[in-house]
């Protein structure tokens, strides 16, 4: 949730810290804060953005090759200056900033307290770094040996950069649950939860493992684990780019993700097709194949937007593979002592491949001898890792909080996969495999289509933003866009907003509508077309107001309707590929005519890292 950015070496650190800050600003934005180290430690740290921070730090030191850097999303303690980071152990000896939750910090805190330490802040970071400390003291060994003893005695999940005012040019770098990554130049170091802090001064990385330690100077990288063996570094090539983190001209990054939707769901089929669409190949899931194919249920965990593609995932693979398919929030799965056979397929479906949720419910699942799928799209991620086979999605870094094409890369991945299933089970015949292989890859032409009616949507946009509630119906395929289309306005423009099934409407929802309460209905080209125009006629006999998103040329619908979208033609295994663009564009117009913050919406983080 938090994000950190360290760096050791011969350049003036304060400017890459704040460059980087900013970078992984989308990973909590409750306050900001740095740590130079030049001799003596100066710090500086304040609620509010990164912005305030700089501002904070005008006419400050900022001298120093060394140092470290945090934004935060706030778990133990309130938004404040003094719960920012980075912390300091009681005696000065230690300044430590963390990404992830101490579970057993309140234990920890009470044991420090009976020892004479006091605490300045609310949070458990502030703990870790006086446990640390006390070790450090009272046991008379190294900052690195200091920093293990503690961490084996931390229940929780941390991505950690610690440094020892009594060893001035060494960082020390931890992690467990939440990411960490180094990027190695020159007699040069940097560290950052991410990637995208780096990618400007080095291409080649280091992803920490769990309960992997790090001692770096200038010259050097030292890497062990908890229990002090030596670990061989993985180094590894990224191929983000600078271009992939600018907002290339536009307002918001939401909007440059909107708009880049035709280039990433090409790029994430792009290799898989053959050129003669003959065929799908998903390279990553094909040593596991043979247990694919004879799958008897598949369960999909995921949280959020994720959670809502596992649902357009449940359709396909039912329709087209004939596997029975459970849809599982990540968050609950773990708890409920699920039932989980041999020959169950389970695919865990994560943006940044760190969601802790779905991490848990990973090694919940590792227990058993089910095979288990990861879709993600950060190579690298511990889902990535921690699983038997996956698919990458190609999206590029997502840096609006609000997912968009994150969620259709998704939905890209899932549909060659059930197509793949589908015909490797003789349950999808091949003509129909075929004709969906050519659908798909006419889907990012037909967006462009989509976009370039962005104007027409922003004037819809202007009718209802100031509207109090909003609901939304679909069916089929369609009802998992509805719920997120209703959740991307609620993320980022505050209305209350709601998905249903459409037949569900009057089984309850029907009572909240009236001549203000706006209805998006999205109406596909198929079977439930005709049910879908009666539950419009259900809304429009009550004074609601419709919004309704047809295939082009739609003509009985435009007549009932207040307002509509027009999406181009396509299969309906498709659809959701397409329908979900213009409740994006909407979403985001009212939120930007509210003022609201679109990329960083009240609240809310980007990957997730605490359960």
Sequence with gaps: MCGIVAYVGDRTAYPILIKGLQRLEYRGYDSAGIALLNGETHVYKCKGKVKDLQALAKDKDISGTVGMGHTRWATHGEPSDRNAHPHQSMNGKFFVVHNGIIENYSHLKKELQNRGYKFASDTDTEVLANLIENIYLEQKVSAELAVRLALTRVVGAYGLV??????????????????????????????????????EYTDKVLYLNDEEVAVITRDSLDLKNLLNDSKTPEIQKITLS????????????????????????????????????????????????????NAKRIIIVACGTSWHAGLVGEYLFEQYARIPVEVEYASEFRY??????????????????????????IRKVKETQATILGICNVAG????RETDA???????????????????????????????????????????YHHLIHELIQVPKKI???????????????????????????????????LEGALKLKEISYIHAEG??????????????????????????????????????????????????VSRGDKTIRKMADHVIEIPECHEAVSPLLAVIPLQILSYHIAVMRECNVDQPRNLAKSVTVE
């Design 162 to 199: 610690i440094s020892c005012e009594d060893e001035p040019g060494t960082l020390i770098a931890a992690r467990k649950g939440s990411p960490l990554v180094i990027g190695i130049g020159e007699h040069e170091y940097f560290l950052a939860s991410d990637a995208t802090p780096i990618v």
């Design 242 to 293: 600078i271009d992939h983190i600018d907002k290339g001209g536009y307002e918001h990054f939401m909007l440059k993700e909107i708009h880049e939707q035709p280039l990433t769901i090409q790029d994430t089929f792009r290799g898989r097709i053959a050129m003669d669409e003959s065929k799908i190949f998903l390279g990553g899931i094909l040593d596991v194949m043979p247990k694919l194919i």
């Design 336 to 361: 409920r002592d699920p039932i989980i056979y041999p020959d169950d397929l389970v695919i865990a479906i994560s943006q940044s491949g760190e969601t802790a949720d779905t991490l848990a419910a």
């Design 381 to 384: 991620s511990s889902i990535s």
């Design 390 to 432: 996956g698919v990458y999605t190609h999206a590029g870094i997502e840096i609006g909080v609000a997912s968009t094409k994150a969620f259709t890369s998704q939905i890209t991945v899932l549909t060659m996969m059930a197509l793949v299933l589908g015909s490797k089970r003789q349950t999808l015949a091949p003509e129909l």
């Design 448 to 482: 462009e289509e989509i976009l370039k009616e962005e104007e027409k949507i922003k004037a819809i946009a202007a009718v209802y933003k100031d509207v109090s509630n909003a609901l939304y119906m679909g069916r089929g395929l369609l009802f998992p866009v509805a």
């Design 500 to 549: 249903y099934p459409a037949a569900e409407m009057k089984h309850g929802p029907i009572a909240l509508i009236d001549e203000n309460m706006p209805v998006l209905a999205l109406a596909g080209n198929d079977t439930s077309y005709e049910k879908m125009i009666s539950n419009i006629q259900e809304v429009k006999a009550r004074k609601g107001k419709v919004i309704a998103i």
